[in-house]
């Protein structure tokens, strides 16, 4: 399994355009300094009412499709 941490500051009124499907997927830069895409929708279960903030770690598997993520 790899494992991608990064961290993310979304507002509550940037995410609205995920939730409403503005934006499918994001987009962020991993700690490693590699580029990142995955699901908008995955972000949902850490949505607050300030927005997103936080540091998280994504982990894929051998076929590089998304296993969990979580907040660190």
Same mark, same amino acid.
């Given at each position: 399994? +790899?494992? $991608?941490? *990064?961290?993310?500051? @979304? #507002?509550?009124? +940037?995410?609205?355009?995920?939730? /409403?499907?503005?934006? +499918?997927?994001? %987009?962020? $830069?991993?700690?490693?300094?590699?580029?990142?895409?995955?699901?908008? #929708?995955?972000? /949902? %279960? *850490? =949505?607050?009412? !300030?927005?997103? +903030?936080?540091?998280?770690?994504?982990? *894929? !598997?051998?076929?590089? %499709?998304? =296993?969990?993520? !979580?907040? @660190?």
């Amino acid at each position: 399994m +790899k494992r $991608m941490r *990064f961290s993310l500051d @979304i #507002s509550a009124d +940037k995410y609205l355009a995920y939730y /409403q499907g503005a934006a +499918k997927f994001v %987009k962020v $830069m991993t700690e490693e300094g590699l580029s990142l895409r995955f699901p908008a #929708s995955e972000l /949902q %279960k *850490f =949505v607050t009412h !300030n927005g997103i +903030k936080g540091r998280f770690e994504i982990v *894929f !598997n051998a076929q590089h %499709k998304l =296993v969990s993520m !979580n907040r @660190i």
